[in-house]
């Protein structure tokens, strides 16, 4: 059949902006940007019809960037365009949850095989328009349950990691109290002291896209943003030559060293691996080289995750953190490195631990994906 034969599916409707506010008491609405966060921070002050009223427990689509289908979870909210919400014209014939999994099956491919310009877009018409295999009820249901089980598992593996990631802090509170606090009197010291360096990486003009090349035996890897909040060494396409590198030498990214985000996206970490490609940073990351005397890894990226919590507490200067100035200037209270070695040891027993689930959910998400392709490919 055509998913439009047995599904009713609305779009959002083009909400003045005029009547936008961050005020919570107005309607909340949802747009596109909230199909994944699964909440919204923009309310609606005017008049609406409440047919585009979207309610807990219905389904919506993002029509536009990434194509996907959530079950809303929050509270009532108005549909704003290109998000659109679907249901089953019979619920006695038709499982949403099938629905559900069919859609999101439908729109990796339909995302896949989109001509990318500026923004993919998506059209109720591809939607209303396409085939869908409908079995009969019960199983329908079968098939529900199987992929939900599925599911569950994966989702209570993340609440694990979770919670591992609270006592991980915990930990850190307990050991050492608030180090920028230094509620535990510890030797104070300035940030700049306890690094061999503190780096920016190099202004837009010394590095732009024309200066990049093809990827060789001769290059060096250009570390971005998505290097740090990715937690991922070896993503990233973008090279420079060895003459460009030269002049840049001062922005080297090598083994141990630390990167952060500091434009957009402020305040993400990550340690560059031993066989990480060699390079340099580019403009949106600073970079850090310490002293390992004075301070390890495992203690200093804790540390760094405290100083943005204390900024962002205090609901100003979060932009300071992506200043040099700023961050050498921060000064800590520094426990010996007795102290934090034995830290590094808890945090190693509880990684280990994580790294079995992180397994375990590997394991479920491959066996959910193949379920995935048998009933829907």
């Not at 591809?126 to 249901?141: H, M």
């Not at 089980?149 to 050991?175: C, G, R």
């Not at 060293?257 to 060699?278: H, K, L, Q, V, Y």
């Not at 990226?301 to 040099?324: A, C, D, H, P, R």
């Amino acid at each position: 059949m055509k998913l439009g034969e047995i599904c009713n599916i609305l779009n959002g409707y083009a909400f003045n902006s005029k009547y936008f506010t961050d005020n919570t008491n107005a309607m909340p609405l949802i747009r596109i940007r909230d199909i994944k966060r699964g909440y919204t921070e923009t309310f609606y002050t005017g008049i609406y019809n409440e047919s585009y009223i979207v309610k807990k427990g219905d389904y919506i689509i993002g029509m536009d960037g990434e194509f996907n289908i959530c079950q809303w979870e929050s509270t009532n909210a108005l549909l704003n365009q290109r998000v659109c919400k679907i249901w089953p014209r019979d619920t006695k014939s038709t499982h949403i949850r099938y629905i559900y999994y069919f859609l999101s099956s439908l729109l990796k491919k339909i995302e896949e095989k989109t001509a990318f310009v500026t923004v993919k877009h998506l059209s109720t018409k591809q939607l209303n328009s396409s085939d869908i295999t409908i079995p009969v009820f019960f199983l329908q249901k079968q098939i529900v349950k199987e992929l939900d089980t599925l599911s569950d598992i994966i989702t209570k593996k993340k609440e694990q990691l979770a919670e591992l990631d609270k006592l991980a802090q915990a930990t850190f509170h307990n050991m050492f109290g608030d180090p920028i606090k230094n509620e535990k009197h510890w030797e104070t010291k300035k940030l700049e002291s306890i690094c061999s360096s503190v780096v920016r990486g190099p202004f837009g003009s010394a590095l732009k896209k024309d200066f990049f090349v093809q990827k060789s035996e001769f290059t060096y890897k250009v570390y971005e943003q998505k290097h740090a909040i990715q937690k991922d060494a070896f993503i990233g396409q973008y090279y420079i030559d060895e003459l460009l590198y030269n002049s840049l030498k001062r922005f080297t990214v090598l083994p141990k060293d630390i990167i952060m985000s500091c434009s957009g996206t402020i305040g993400e970490f990550f340690e560059i691996p031993a066989n990480a490609e060699r390079g340099i940073i580019n403009q949106a990351l600073l970079k850090f080289t310490l002293l390992e005397n004075k301070i390890i890894s495992v203690f200093f990226l804790f540390l760094m995750k405290q100083l943005i919590i204390n900024v962002e507490k205090k609901g100003s200067g979060i932009q300071n953190i992506g200043s040099v100035k700023f961050i050498k200037d921060i000064t800590l209270g520094l426990p010996p490195i007795s102290l934090q070695n034995q830290f590094a040891e808890k945090i190693e027993a509880i990684e280990q631990q994580k790294a079995l689930i992180n397994q375990s959910i590997t394991d479920t998400q491959l066996l959910f994906d193949y379920t995935m392709d048998k009933y829907f490919n």
